[in-house]
């Protein structure tokens, strides 16, 4: 069986150097924003070329904390993705924001620019982009709108760590780049941790008071802040594999090379671009008959997953907040997409195996 992922075999690189870290953590005393922490932001802000970096607990959090630093008028709204996954819509909600959705380029499934700025109201007062499956959102004419129309630009990372358009790395564009290091990421904690980039000192000061209960110094609160801190094992852990990334990232660039140059024209591949660097977080390829060549996959021995099988405006959980209905693009996205194999523990081998299978379908 070629699982989709197996995150055991991922890390055993890196067992040796996460039970010394683990050990020194331990025998430190010290677990809640220490040296682990401070170390780990700094060489992930040095790594993206980014000023600031302050640890947080997940890429909701992440997203959550971005929009709360800046204390938004309720209702105010926020741009986002139709396809994205839910989260990047929770992170607006939980800030008694509305989110307004727009539907993505069908080749690219990231948000698509020209359709951005009719959804601009005298209401609106951020973009929240997402880098999704690892691509880079495209940048220009986003930047263009943000500036005519003085929006603050978050970009939700969870995906695209290492990822660049025209050079620049994703999450230093906007005033925030908001990361997951959900343990699937190509940069991947063992557990829950996020992170929030930005180049503001005053931004980012606001970042670590709110993850840390609005304050500055222990017992004196500035604002009403969360308990939102990156964990110091997590943060160990992230420093050994930061120094893999590019590793990881090239990795599964040439095991989705093998896809491109191999796979039968009749699945729909996802499109490259020149001056965009993807990291593919996620390989994903549509079909109209998806669920049939899913069940054929695994039948086959290959475990493949659906990124994602229900769009946000059909969730239950939006019913009654996301008004519009009907988004045809994003609905058509998440009925044919499928996320093949792509892992950085998996060898060559499986993948030419797996587009054997595939162009037999």
């Known amino acids: 069986m070629i699982e989709y992922e197996n995150l055991g075999e991922l890390n055993k690189p890196f067992v040796e150097e996460y039970k010394s870290s683990f050990e020194k953590t331990l025998n430190s005393g010290w677990y809640i924003l220490g040296k682990n922490v401070k170390q780990f932001e700094e060489e992930f802000a040095a790594y993206n070329q980014s000023k600031y970096c302050v640890g947080v607990?997940?890429?909701?959090?992440?997203?959550?904390?971005?929009?709360?630093?800046?204390?938004?008028?309720?209702?105010?709204?926020?741009?986002?993705?139709?396809?994205?996954?839910?989260?990047?819509?929770?992170?607006?909600?939980?800030?008694?924001?509305?989110?307004?959705?727009?539907?993505?380029d069908i080749k690219t499934y990231n948000i698509d620019p020209r359709k951005l700025e009719e959804?601009?109201?005298?209401?609106?007062?951020?973009?929240?982009?997402?880098?999704?499956?690892?691509?880079?959102?495209?940048?220009?004419?986003?930047?263009?709108?943000?500036?005519?129309?003085?929006?603050?630009?978050i970009e939700d990372c969870a995906q695209s760590h290492g990822a660049k358009y025209f050079g620049k790395l994703t999450g230093t564009f906007g005033e925030f780049g908001a990361f997951s290091?959900?343990?699937?990421?190509?940069?991947?904690?063992?557990?829950?941790?996020?992170?929030?980039?930005?180049?503001?000192?005053?931004?980012?000061?606001?970042i670590k008071r709110l993850r840390n209960y609005g304050s500055d110094v222990k017992y004196y609160n500035e604002i009403v802040g969360y308990n939102s801190r990156l964990h110091e094992m997590q943060a160990g852990f992230l420093s050994i594999k930061l120094k893999h990334l590019d590793e990881i990232n090239n990795h599964k660039?040439?095991?989705?090379?093998?896809?491109?140059?191999?796979?039968?024209?009749?699945?729909?591949?996802p499109v490259v671009e020149e001056n965009v660097f993807d990291v593919f977080h996620i390989f994903n390829i549509r079909h109209p008959k998806r669920d049939e060549l899913k069940e054929y996959l695994l039948k086959n021995e290959i475990k493949?997953?659906?990124?994602?099988?229900?769009?946000?405006?059909?969730?239950?959980?939006?019913?009654?907040?996301?008004?519009?209905?009907?988004?045809?693009?994003?609905?058509k996205i998440h009925a044919t997409t499928l996320s093949l194999p792509i892992s950085f523990y998996?060898?060559?081998?499986?993948?030419y195996k797996i587009v054997e299978v595939l162009n037999k379908f």
């Open 181 to 206: 290091f959900y343990p699937t990421k190509n940069l991947g904690a063992l557990g829950d941790a996020g992170a929030v980039l930005t180049d503001d000192a005053s931004l980012a000061k606001t």
């Open 304 to 331: 493949t997953e659906i990124h994602y099988p229900v769009p946000p405006h059909k969730q239950k959980a939006m019913e009654g907040i996301i008004s519009e209905a009907h988004f045809p693009i994003s609905e």
């Open 57 to 104: 607990t997940s890429g909701l959090d992440a997203l959550i904390l971005s929009l709360k630093a800046f204390n938004f008028e309720k209702d105010s709204e926020v741009i986002v993705p139709s396809n994205t996954y839910i989260a990047t819509i929770l992170s607006i909600l939980h800030c008694g924001l509305k989110p307004v959705l727009v539907e993505p």
């Open 119 to 153: 959804k601009i109201t005298s209401k609106t007062k951020a973009i929240m982009i997402v880098h999704l499956y690892g691509k880079p959102c495209e940048m220009n004419p986003i930047l263009t709108l943000k500036e005519k129309y003085k929006l603050v630009l």
């Open 253 to 269: 660039r040439k095991l989705a090379q093998i896809y491109f140059d191999n796979m039968k024209d009749d699945f729909i591949k």
């Open 346 to 351: 998996h060898q060559e081998d499986d993948i």
